[in-house]
């Protein structure tokens, strides 16, 4: 190996076997661990969620218990709303396939495009909130945005490189990081209602004077106005509880039952640390202090000692850079399922060779950087951005569960109960949605708004350009596909000989593509080849790697193809084979099978069908990942002579 590949080697590990039978069980995860890659982004949100809405009650910090409750509920609300769609979208159940499916392709964009941004949001808020949670008990003059976005840009780099590893080694190692944060804070919420049960009277009081003060200053309108404005700022605390559908993909079997386990761990552990925290707040006295935030102040309250507070602060900075991983993790996910449904470069639903979505991982990457500089590492304003999105798709995921259960209501007998849960969901998430943008549109939100309507706008040119040139191959296909296998007739080809010319053809499914390259082959050398070898890879993709399976079923696909293909060439009298092999790179493997051909067949020219537009423009190779020209250059390099047929696709 080179010095780059030994080195790229070094950080990224070795590729997956894909022909290992226990590789899905390697990679998938139990929910313990699911619950530590998927579940921390929730659980981290009580770093800046609780601290948001606490903020908001400035004046009126008795609201503190009946926001506890709030929280508590909604959290339980909208984390079983989602075990419920678990169990009816088992290979994934996330916001952009329940829109698609129930609400139709343009609501699944959108939720998708919301999506896309939110897990971007999701890194660089969650590494901005560490990187606040870390620089509280630092010298203040330390905390500059400059050197806070350099430390956060740091951060992105390295779990960057940590994910492109692969799922469960990014997650294994932060294991600890998570054990920490859920013991210090145990010790924090016991601590502080334990050691504060005396006061609990008094503060009751003081909660009960307090709230008959504002019913007669402020009437009974304007207090809950002021209650719905801070229920709305902390709505960073609900984002991520769509995590966990979103990656089924990656459970341990059962799927369902592991991700409902993960669900609920989630959900118990969110409810109870945003409010234990904001009753915390109240009971302690917490006030802001500038340069800290409000979890620094309460640490701080406890009189443990400067270890403790370090202490707790690194494991919530920790368990934030944890929180960064469902970016990493998701993102790329709902990228790929956009891709294979055309709303995005095809090429995003490729994997690497250590079965990552490596181009939406480094996507991800460049999205929280650009975040953060945008923002400067400001919080409140990466929290509004972040909480817009996550409830628009909330609240389709609820629209289109609320429609399912409507269409459903004659065949299943519980659908009354079922209904409710989802427009109980629904009611929340909207209201939360308008709140956040009314009260914080100049501030964030629109930005927000629009990214995602310039990303909806992206996705849907995407889109038609891809249905043009698929209608365009359908008719071709249509012409093509139902030619008579003896189309010659005459005597049946022998096998294959090695001193003899043959036409090596690199094929996809069987389509009109295909047999458009092979015809083009005998009009270009009438008579020359009289054999023929078709050539094929099972390329594993993220829309295929669902399963231990599912790389069997790819394999029987492909050569099924491939045997059409054989036997439409013995139809026309020539000798005909077919070689296959499985990968995630279709070039590498590609190559490999060429390089066995070549040397078996000297006399061995290979083929490759290339779409040809009129006019060749960037956005075209972009969509269209220049396969056929990358392996002609990789073929002629190893002395394999390979020519490229043109399928010419008019405007």
């Known amino acids: 190996m080179s010095w780059f590949e030994k080195t790229k080697r070094v950080m990224f590990g070795r590729p997956r076997d894909l ?80 829109a698609t499916k129930l609400l139709g392709p343009m609501f699944g964009v959108v939720s998708g495009s919301a999506l896309l941004v939110d897990y971007g949001l999701t890194i660089s808020v969650s590494i901005a909130s560490a990187a606040d949670q870390i620089f509280s008990f630092l010298p203040a003059e330390w905390g500059t945005w400059q050197t806070k976005v350099a430390v956060e840009s740091v951060a992105i780099l390295l779990l960057l490189i940590l994910n492109i590893r692969g799922v469960k080694e990014s997650i294994s190692i932060l294991v600890p990081i998570f054990l920490l944060f859920i013991v210090t804070h145990a010790v924090v919420l016991l601590a502080g209602v334990g050691l504060h049960l005396r006061e609990i009277p008094a503060v009751a009081g003081q909660v009960a004077a307090g709230l008959r003060h504002d019913l007669n200053t402020l009437g009974l309108g304007a207090l809950l106005l002021i209650f719905a404005q801070a229920y709305s700022r902390g709505a960073g605390t609900y984002t991520g509880i769509e995590a966990v559908s979103n990656g089924l993909q990656i459970m341990r079997e059962p799927r369902v039952a592991t991700a409902k386990r993960t669900m609920l761990y989630m959900a118990v552990s969110l409810a109870v640390t945003a409010g234990g925290i904001l009753l915390c707040y109240l009971l302690l006295g917490v006030t802001p202090v500038e340069g800290k935030t409000l979890n620094a102040v309460l640490v701080e309250r406890l009189g443990f000692g400067t270890w403790f507070v370090v202490l707790t602060l690194c494991a919530e900075g920790a368990l934030l850079l944890v929180a960064a991983q469902t970016g990493f993790l998701d993102g790329p996910r709902v990228m790929a399922n956009m891709a294979l449904d055309g709303w995005l470069p095809r090429r995003f639903s490729s994997l690497s060779e250590r079965l990552t979505t490596h181009y939406g991982i480094v996507l991800m990457g460049l999205a929280a950087f650009a975040t953060l500089i945008y923002t400067r590492g400001r919080i409140d304003h990466l929290v509004t951005m972040y909480a817009i999105n996550v409830f628009v798709t909330f609240s389709l995921t609820q629209l289109g569960m609320c429609r399912f259960w409507l269409q459903e209501r004659h065949s299943q007998p519980r659908w009354r109960q079922s209904l409710a849960l989802h427009a109980l969901g629904a009611f929340l998430c909207l209201g939360i949605l308008v709140m956040v943008v009314v009260e914080k549109f100049f501030e964030g939100a629109w930005m927000t708004l629009l990214v995602t309507a310039l990303l909806i706008l992206f996705c849907w040119l995407i889109r038609r350009h891809y249905a043009k040139v698929s209608a365009k191959l359908a008719r071709l296909s249509e012409t093509l596909s139902n030619l008579p296998a003896e189309a010659a007739g005459g005597a049946a ?44 890879v099972s390329v594993m993709d993220s829309g295929a790697f669902k399963g231990a399976g599912e790389l069997d079923n790819l394999k029987a696909q492909t050569q099924q193809a491939l045997e059409r293909y054989a036997a439409l060439a013995r139809g026309y009298g020539l000798a005909a084979a077919s070689y296959t092999a499985a990968g995630t790179d279709p070039m590498d493997e590609i190559e490999k099978l060429c390089r066995a051909i070549g040397r078996h067949f000297p006399k061995a020219t290979f083929f490759a069908g290339k779409l040809i537009f009129r006019k060749d423009t960037w956005y075209q190779r972009l969509l269209h990942n220049e396969t056929a020209t990358a392996i002609q250059r990789r073929l002629q390099w190893e002395g394999l002579p390979t020519v490229i047929l043109p399928v010419r696709v008019r405007d």
């Open 19 to 98: 022909s290992d039978p226990k590789l899905f069980h390697k990679i998938s995860l139990v929910a313990f661990l699911a619950w530590v890659g998927l579940g921390s982004d929730g659980l981290s949100s009580s770093a800046y969620g609780p601290d948001e809405t606490f903020r908001a009650l400035a004046g009126h910090p008795h609201l503190a218990v009946f926001m506890a409750l709030a929280v508590a509920l909604t959290v339980f609300i909208i984390s079983y709303a989602y075990s419920k769609i678990i169990e009816h979208f088992p290979s994934g159940g996330g916001g952009y396939v329940v």
């Open 493 to 536: 080809p022998g096998a294959l000989d090695p001193h003899q010319p043959i036409a090596v053809l690199l094929v996809g499914g069987y389509s009109g593509l295909g047999i458009h390259s092979l015809l083009a082959i005998f009009r270009q050398f009438p008579g020359f080849y009289r054999q023929v070898a078709f050539v094929s």
